[in-house]
């Protein structure tokens, strides 16, 4: 069970995005974005800006960059990822749902779009683990992913499955192959 919440470093970055009104990330988002760079394809501290497309000051970077690493390290020393919301894909609970999270996860993947899909072995395989989010973040209105959507009972398994996949990702990007 990672611990990635440090009052301090957590409340520098949530202070900040409350200042910045209705546009700016619930935490449950951030950390969505958060988990997405720690598993998969990051650059470094302004990549967090440039996803959220807005200019964040030095603190809150570093904030940022510090909570990535640990959850980076707390994964890698095989802790479970904890996600700040419910696993439940259809309960709404405006900017602190898993379709929040989803959509802060998605961020981190857009930002690097080609390198989580650059490879075309593993275009399938990504595509594959990437669904849950997809899905639940509801930002692809594709006809077949609402279709997925009506059958309940899978898309709670998927929903239940997230911490396993973010492992998944964690050991294809991060792994000794990675």
Same mark, same amino acid.
């Given at each position: ?17 409350? !200042? ?8 449950? !988002?951030?950390?969505? @974005? ?12 302004? $990549?967090?800006?440039?996803? @959220?497309?807005?200019?964040?000051? !030095? ?16 994964? @890698?020393?095989? !802790? ?17 749902? /898993? &379709? ?5 996860? @998605? ?8 390198? +989580?899909?650059? #490879?075309? $072995?593993? =275009? ?10 997809m899905l639940i973040s509801g930002l #692809?209105? $594709? ?5 997925? +959507?009506? #059958? ?6 998927? &929903?239940?499955?997230?911490? $396993?996949?973010?492992? =998944?990702? /964690? ?8």
């Amino acid at each position: 069970m990672t611990a990635i919440t440090n009052p301090s470093l957590k409340d520098t970055v949530t202070r900040f995005f409350a !200042e910045q009104g209705e546009e700016a990330p619930s935490w449950v !988002e951030t950390h969505g @974005l958060l988990c997405g760079f720690a598993v998969g394809p990051y650059d470094g501290p302004a $990549d967090f800006g440039s996803a @959220l497309e807005m200019t964040l000051p !030095e603190p809150v970077t570093a904030a940022l960059e510090e909570l990535r690493g640990r959850l980076l390290t707390d994964t @890698l020393a095989g !802790e479970r990822v904890t996600l700040p919301c419910l696993l439940d894909p259809y309960k709404e609970d405006d900017g602190n749902d /898993l &379709a929040s999270w989803c959509a802060g996860f @998605l961020s981190a993947v857009f930002e690097h779009e080609e390198r +989580w899909f650059g #490879d075309d $072995d593993d =275009e399938e395989t990504m595509a594959n683990w990437l669904l849950p989010m997809m899905l639940i973040s509801g930002l #692809d209105e $594709d006809p077949e992913l609402d279709a997925i +959507w009506e #059958d309940g009972q899978l898309v709670r398994q998927m &929903a239940t499955g997230i911490p $396993d996949v973010l492992e =998944e990702i /964690l050991l294809h990007f991060q792994g000794p192959e990675g």
